[in-house]
């Protein structure tokens, strides 16, 4: 790390990913982190809540804030997840509309909600163009870059691709240099705060929504039941709820095949995040509407919590 010059404060601040389903936020939060922290499939409404990575550059720290798309609510699973996109956006010192380059013209009228959400925000706000890697010539973004610049004031504006790591040196630097003065919040090796059993049961998550199609879609919630994290070959059991029986029956699969398929993936997954053996097993249980359900919501860990908690 570069030595300082003693004078210099020591910054710390709150960036909020934010933008409306599928335009590539997680993609983007774990190619600036460089970690695979925040679960990505090709399904809009894949994350779920607030995630924080923490960048360390010297003398500062950076937290980047993973956020549910914005998006018109179906039931209170819906309702938690535009919540927990709208409260990062309160607390963050800096905002990145993440948007996607590959929309045309018709990409600012899909991000209305999201710029309605933006609309009384006063930190500074820079737009992000993300998926550029699938824009050829760079020239075809100008009309695009044209039209998300008179619907706001940009603090500045990056085209980026999570997927190729091109212009993420770029925001980098635009995001540091922005940051607030403040002390250091998170240890030095910090990578998040949420715990291991956080992205076990997230890492489980992704199996299934992997591994279906478009019939089981977002009535999924992986509960752990038991984790025995010391065990030399760590035991862990999870319930898979879905909404109705006939989800449970397409889970399941015939002779059990789709279950088998998610089971192996995960187990996968979660063996390349703890980095060692587990023993994996999925019970599939049927919790009617509980994307309705307050107490099923909060059972499942999807609680509205407070300021940046
Ligand atoms: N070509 C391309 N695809 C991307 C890029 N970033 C994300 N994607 C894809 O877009 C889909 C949604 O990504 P995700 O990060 O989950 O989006 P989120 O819903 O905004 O968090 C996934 O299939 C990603 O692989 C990118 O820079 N280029
Ligand atoms: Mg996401």
């Not at 933006?118 to 820079?126: E, I, M």
């Not at 980026?160 to 980098?172: A, M, N, Y």
């Not at 029986?245 to 397409?250: D, L, T, V, W």
């Amino acid at each position: 790390m570069r030595a300082l010059p003693p004078e210099t404060p020591h910054r710390m601040g709150y960036v909020a990913l934010a933008g409306r389903p599928n335009v590539g936020k997680s993609t983007l939060l774990n190619a600036l982190l460089g970690e695979r922290l925040s679960i990505v499939t090709p399904r809009p409404e894949t994350t779920r809540d607030r995630l924080r990575g923490v960048l360390h550059g010297p003398g500062a720290q950076l937290v980047l804030v993973d956020t549910p798309g914005i998006h018109r609510p179906h039931g209170r699973l819906g309702e938690y997840m535009n919540h927990e996109a709208l409260a990062a956006i309160g607390d963050a010192d800096l905002v990145v509309l993440v948007a996607d380059a590959r929309d045309g013209h018709a990409g600012p009228p899909r991000d209305q909600v999201v710029l309605e959400a933006l609309a009384h925000t006063t930190r500074p706000v820079l737009l992000c163009l993300n998926k550029v890697d699938t824009v050829r010539p760079r020239t075809a973004l100008l009309p695009l870059l044209e039209v998300y610049g008179k619907l706001r004031d940009f603090a500045a504006v990056v085209p980026v691709s999570g997927d190729t790591g091109e212009g993420l040196d770029t925001l980098r630097g635009e995001l540091f240099g922005r940051l607030p003065e403040g002390v250091a919040l998170f240890p030095d090796d910090a990578l998040t705060d949420r715990p291991e059993r956080y992205f076990v049961a997230e890492a489980i998550r992704e199996a299934v929504l992997s591994e279906t199609g478009e019939e089981v879609p977002y009535a999924t919630a992986v509960e752990l039941e038991r984790f025995d994290e010391r065990a030399p070959i760590p035991h862990i059991t999870a319930s898979v709820h879905v909404e109705r029986p006939g989800q449970k029956k397409i889970m399941v699969g015939a002779r059990g095949e789709r279950i088998k398929a998610i089971g192996s993936r995960a187990r996968a997954s979660v063996e390349r995040l703890l980095g060692r053996k587990i023993f994996l097993e999925l019970w599939v249980k049927v919790t009617p509407d509980w994307t309705r359900s307050a107490a099923a919501l909060t059972r499942f860990g999807y609680e509205r919590r407070g300021k940046r908690s």
